[in-house]
């Protein structure tokens, strides 16, 4: 990374609103600070780039450059430039951009400055109710009692041995599931289960957990009736591509779970006589109100000048970024930093008293 002193230096031509609340900024980065990336580029092409008679990594620059050509370089050298100088950009323009805008660039030419622009939608005018009052007001409604009955123990009891039952069955032929024989509820079969000192300790913790799981239920519900007496007084002209980028993530979920059923989409679609735009347009209300939902947290986050723990984020970032190999840092942590604020404002709301 360069330090401060050899940051790569840029231009801001202009800033312009367009409408459904995005802006656009336009910037341009002089050749010199261009060629500064030169070898950086020659090495990432380099990694991908295939030759016959050479390993890759190892085809010489010459080679490279004529394979090419010296425009693809300078093309890789500006892409270099234009994201290492995003950041710093965004700052100087204070374009508070809510979602991760578009780059393009529009003027390029060997050893001449790079014009690009950067689109994106920022945070629209937003008036929001009063929302403490609001989450004061929902606060101060009694919660009821939350406990694990008599009766949800039995029937969690039951499902755990019958389930048990199931996994540890040798399947034959004309087998009723329905009468398999049950494990005998005692301490050989509950330390099968896990770290149960007895079956007084087994049901205890079922309860505990059937309680916490109550209690999680009990805690949606009353953030869900805070943040939605919230948006329904809320006035706000949605940005367009927020609600598209919540109906997409709609989709892929139903495209998901589609597949994991082991069902083609077309087929079901055909099943349920209706098409891709059919569903859209049924989603679009609640693409529009997700929209809105985390337009107004933002908004929250913003006024009570609520922020996502810098260590937490790290951690979580670094914990994603073992797992999901082919994620980007940028995109990771830009999510991370929206869940982890969402969740500090929730529970900001659930403070006021």
């Known amino acids: 990374m360069k330090n401060k002193e050899n940051k ?9 609103e367009l409408p459904d609340s995005e802006v ?3 910037a341009e980065i002089e050749a010199k600070d261009i060629e500064n990336y030169r070898a ?16 890759p ?9 004529k394979h090419v050509g010296e425009l693809y370089i300078y ?3 500006a892409e270099m430039a234009i994201n290492e100088s995003f950041p710093d950009i965004i ?9 991760m805008p578009n780059i393009q660039i529009t003027k390029i030419a060997e050893k001449n400055p790079v014009a690009f622009k950067i689109v994106g939608p920022v945070l629209p005018e937003i008036k929001l109710p009063n929302y403490k009052k609001i989450a004061k007001s929902e606060n101060s409604t009694k919660d009821e009692p939350v ?10 009891v ?3 041995r019958k389930n048990f039952a199931l996994r540890n069955h040798e399947h034959k032929e004309g087998d009723d599931h329905e009468n398999l024989p049950l494990p005998e509820l005692n301490e050989e079969f509950v330390k099968k289960l896990g770290k149960f000192e007895s079956v007084e300790d087994f049901k205890n913790k079922i309860k505990e957990g059937i309680k916490k799981e109550k209690e999680f239920k009990a805690k949606d519900k009353k953030r869900l009736a805070i943040i939605e007496k919230i948006i329904a007084e809320t006035k706000v002209s949605m940005p367009k591509i927020l609600v598209e980028s919540e109906l997409r993530k709609m989709q892929a979920q139903f495209e998901d779970d589609i597949a994991r059923a082991g069902l083609k989409v077309d087929d079901y679609l055909k099943h349920l006589k209706k098409t891709k735009e059919d569903l859209n347009k049924e989603w679009m209300p609640d693409a529009e109100k997700r929209a809105k939902l985390q337009l107004v947290i933002t908004k929250i986050a913003l006024e009570e000048k609520i922020e996502a723990d810098k260590t937490a984020v790290d951690k979580e970032v670094d914990n994603l970024l073992k797992v999901y190999k082919d994620a980007t840092e940028d995109r990771t942590r830009a999510y991370v930093e929206m869940m982890l604020t969402n969740e500090k404002v929730f529970e900001w709301l659930e403070a006021q008293k």
């Open 8 to 16: 790569t230096k840029f231009k801001i031509a202009g800033a312009k």
């Open 24 to 26: 656009e900024i336009s």
């Open 40 to 55: 950086k580029a020659i090495a990432k092409i380099q990694k991908d780039l295939s030759l016959p008679g050479f390993r």
């Open 57 to 65: 990594g190892h085809v010489p620059e010459a080679m490279l450059v």
């Open 75 to 77: 093309n890789e050298m």
């Open 91 to 99: 700052l100087e323009s204070k374009a508070n951009f809510i979602a």
């Open 147 to 156: 406990e694990a009955t008599d009766q949800e123990l039995t029937e969690t």
């Open 158 to 160: 039951e499902e755990i």
